[in-house]
């Protein structure tokens, strides 16, 4: 069937590069239900993030290190700077709605794939929201002849969200209610999921985000978050991938070449046979192709023990030596960053390498094991896009933000996730000092700040931290200082994972004689530092100003979107 789904998204798209959709004919094309099939299969090809779009845009996060910050938080950054929007994908869905609804075509068949529209524009939209807020609201397509409409000022982000709300509400209700197996296609359980993702989104935006004036609404949104949530959870239809086998349960998620469709609900799909590959392994093992990502030193700390107990409550845990800062922890530690005893397919040893990482957190998530892939684009694993853990997560934090959140939630939703993971899913007795500290300190509910700790590790480089900081507005994070693992002193050979062999040396000039097999990593003084000069944690790109103020919560309407039509009011702080 995923076969199938592939060959059926490349025929669609050489179907439409060669009749453009606003082309066709709807007296000869909307003709049957296969006519409908076609159309919107044409949504998933244009519209949907590739793989490493997906694992990517989590470079925007905090909890990232990277050679350098992208330019809209390290750099200089204006309406000039940012891309015009693009209508495109909108003017495609809505052709479509112009055009369906005929007679002949039986009536649930045409709900189905108004739904499956009506999704994507909700879909569409979303994006947009979380980038610029109000937005133009369309539901026809347009032609030079509509001045009023082309030229029109920006609808607001309230009518605009309720919009998509009923968009989605429609499709939630319509679309078919069977399961794909292939995890590639929308159907009644997926669009649910995405409903919650939505509108927890949202709810949260309009909570933590006062100047937006919509704070009344927050929990309209809030409960059809838990709603939808509760749905999926009700039909049965998906669970957590749990065999038993902590070690192994979560990264067999996202290396699997078919979704894991017990869980993985929608996914963007790849196939070795069909030579439609990635690179996302050579991204991550590449010391210039990638961005060299790694995990920052004061997320890993919030990694439990085995036992449920906080790392962080151990004495001298900021202390501790990768190799013993990395026992008994939360077993999806291993698995989303090289850890002890990792090795490649060959057999060889594959500790975190600092040719590839700037931290020694290399990230292992959705990277393939066979070497041969760290330096070509053939990587076939399927990326998840909406996961069954997702919408636990989504459960749980809509509960607790509506004061609902109990512990009979917490078995179902953040207990039931660490026992995947291994962990004792003990329920806290207080709130956690160090993610209020370090991360949350206007959060006092001690269970808010477990859900928060168990997203950001569940959904690790899924492309969702991002946009969690903006709904909490918690942008400030992303001015955090990216800091590494601890190193005892200079010109001092360290084991990484745990053979008995040195992996790495940290000194200010590489040894005429070097030990085989150890990386040498420069202290500059500059981009790369320790923070007691001559031991202590790694510190890379202190020499960088980062800054995220509070303009940053929306990208700048681009100049020359504001050129073409004057009705557009530019962002509050790009002016």
Not at 426 to 438: E, G, I, R
Request: aromatic content about 14%; overall charge negative; hydrophobic content about 35%.
């Amino acid at each position: 069937m995923a076969i199938f789904s592939i060959f059926f998204f490349s025929s669609c798209e050489d179907f439409l590069e060669t009749e453009p959709v606003d082309k066709l004919v709807p007296n000869t094309f909307f003709q049957s239900e296969k006519d409908l099939e076609l159309f919107t299969t044409s949504f998933y090809q244009r519209m949907l993030p590739s793989g490493l779009a997906v694992v990517q845009s989590d470079e925007m996060g905090d909890f990232t290190s990277k050679n350098q910050s992208p330019t809209f938080i390290s750099g200089t950054y204006s309406s000039v700077d940012e891309g015009s929007w693009n209508w495109t994908n909108l003017r495609n869905i809505n052709y479509f709605l112009e055009n369906f609804d005929n007679e002949v075509i039986p009536q649930e068949a045409r709900d189905h794939y108004e739904g499956i529209a009506r999704f994507f524009r909700a879909w569409f939209y979303f994006e947009k929201v979380k980038q610029y807020g109000d937005v133009p609201w369309y539901t026809k397509t347009l032609d030079t002849s509509d001045q009023e409409d082309l030229y029109k000022p920006r609808d607001s982000r309230e009518l605009v969200m309720n919009n998509v709300l009923e968009d989605l509400n429609f499709a939630v209700e319509h679309i078919r209610d069977t399961k794909d197996n292939t995890s590639s296609m929308v159907t009644r359980q997926v669009a649910l999921a995405f409903k919650s993702r939505v509108t927890l989104f949202e709810g949260t935006f309009r909570k933590y985000h006062s100047e937006a004036g919509l704070g009344t609404t927050a929990n309209v949104f809030l409960m059809e978050a838990a709603d939808a949530a509760k749905k999926v959870m009700d039909a049965g239809m998906y669970s957590l991938y749990n065999n038993g086998t902590p070690a192994t349960d979560y990264r067999v998620l996202f290396t699997s070449e078919n979704p894991v469709n017990t869980e993985t609900m929608f996914a963007v799909v790849y196939n070795n046979a069909l030579r439609r590959w990635h690179n996302i392994t050579w991204k991550f093992n590449s010391a210039t192709y990638g961005a060299r990502w790694g995990l920052n030193k004061q997320f890993v700390n919030t990694y439990l023990m085995t036992d449920g107990s906080r790392f962080t409550d151990k004495q001298g845990y900021d202390e501790f030596l990768f190799v013993d800062e990395m026992k008994d922890r939360d077993a999806r530690l291993g698995q989303t960053v090289r850890s002890l005893g990792y090795t490649r397919s060959d057999g060889s040893a594959a500790p975190p390498n600092f040719g590839y990482t700037f931290t020694g957190y290399h990230i292992l998530k959705h990277s393939l094991d066979d070497k041969r892939l760290d330096g070509i684009s053939e990587a076939y694993n399927s990326i998840p896009l909406i996961r069954y853990a997702e919408v636990l997560l989504n459960y749980a934090e809509a509960k607790a933000e509506l004061g609902e959140f109990d512990e009979n939630i917490w078995s179902q939703t953040i207990g039931t996730l660490r026992e995947r993971a291994g962990i004792n899913p003990v329920v806290p007795t207080t709130a956690d000092s160090y993610l209020q500290n370090t991360y949350f300190p206007d959060i006092s509910d001690k269970f808010l700040l477990e859900i928060r700790r168990e997203r950001s590790i569940e959904l690790c480089y899924e492309g969702f931290r991002y946009d969690d900081l903006l709904r909490w507005k918690k942008g400030e994070l992303m001015e955090m200082q990216w800091k590494g693992i601890y190193v005892p002193g200079l010109d001092m050979p360290m084991d990484l994972d745990g053979n008995g062999t040195p992996d790495v040396s940290f000194v200010q000039t590489v040894p005429d004689t070097k030990v085989p097999g150890v990386i040498y990593y420069i202290i500059d003084g500059t981009a790369s530092q320790l923070s007691e000069g001559t031991k202590g944690h790694l510190i890379w790109r202190d020499d960088e100003e980062r800054e995220f103020s509070e303009k940053k919560y929306l990208h700048p309407i681009s100049n020359s979107d504001i050129l073409l039509n004057p009705n557009l009011e530019q962002n509050p702080g790009w002016d």
